[in-house]
Every structure is written in C-alpha cells, then in structure tokens.
C-alpha cells in the first residue's frame, strides 16, 4: 500500500474521539506494521517526564526489552539528542546501535515536536537492509505531525 493511500486511514484513525491517545498511536502502528513490507517493527517514544530518557508508548511487532532509553544512546537517544531525523541503512555499522532483534538490519527514526519542542519520536525497525528512501522520511515526518496535533 502506497503512503498516500494509508493518509487518510491515519487521519481517520486519529480522529476516533472513543479512543485513548495511547490506543490511537497503537493503531497507527500497526496500520504500518502491517501495511508496508519493510516496516516490522513500529514505535512512539516519548520523552519521560522530565528525565533524560525515552519510555515506549506503542508500538506493533515483537515486545521489546527497550522501553526505556537514555537520551544519547542508540538510535533513539541520539536522536533525542539531536532534533534529526536519523536513517540507518545497516544497523551493524552503527557503533551506538541497540540491538532490539537479531533479524533488524535497518532503522530509521524521525523526532516529533509539538511547539518546536522535541518530545518524542517514531521509530521503525526493518529486517530488510537498506530499505528506506527519502519518501519513507517525509511520509514518516507528516504522521508525527498528525500525531502532534492529538497531543
């Protein structure tokens, strides 16, 4: 399914007022988990409070042990840190990569802010190498920006 295609289901989605944030997130990831070939693994963390460290909100594939992670370390953290979008295209040559599953072998990770302030991200693990264009980024920037507005 093209990202265009699953726009307005994500709106929809978003929209549904007998949902909880944090079961509306779910959905959404894994509405991609199970709608883009790559995406298998989905995620939203959000920063903790007011520790410098992020806490898994949803997410769609396999559970992971990482639902905390401190800002700066692995993919997330860095990211946390840095305010960019951060694409992997092979996770083995990243000397600060977490290693969530074996099977992972790309990840791509895109900051979500809500007045300029970065509070969270999405981040999505693939066990296809390299699979991630600039499409998936600018696809990927405008769900946290509709997810943004439900926060």
């Not at 944090?22 to 709608?35: G, H, I, R, Y």
């Not at 920063?47 to 898994?56: H, P, T, V």
């Not at 007045?115 to 296809?128: A, F, R, Y």
Request: charged share 25%; aromatic share 10%; net charge negative.
């Amino acid at each position: 399914m093209t990202f265009d295609k699953l726009k307005p289901q994500i709106e929809v989605l978003l929209k549904k007022e007998d949902l909880e944030v944090k079961d509306k997130l779910t959905q959404v990831c894994e509405l991609l988990e199970q709608n883009i070939p790559y995406y298998d693994w989905v995620g939203f963390y959000f920063k903790n409070g007011n520790k410098e460290e992020l806490k898994l909100k949803s997410f769609a594939g396999e559970p992971t042990d990482h639902e905390i992670i401190p800002f700066g370390r692995g993919i997330c953290g860095q990211v946390a840190v840095s305010n960019k979008n951060f694409v992997v295209p092979d996770v083995k040559a990243q000397n600060n990569y977490i290693a969530c599953s074996i099977h992972v072998k790309a990840e791509i990770v895109i900051p979500l802010f809500v007045d300029g302030e970065n509070i969270g991200q999405i981040d999505i693990d693939s066990h296809t190498a390299d699979p991630f264009s600039h499409e998936d980024e600018v696809f990927l920037q405008w769900v946290n920006e509709k997810v943004a507005e439900i926060l």
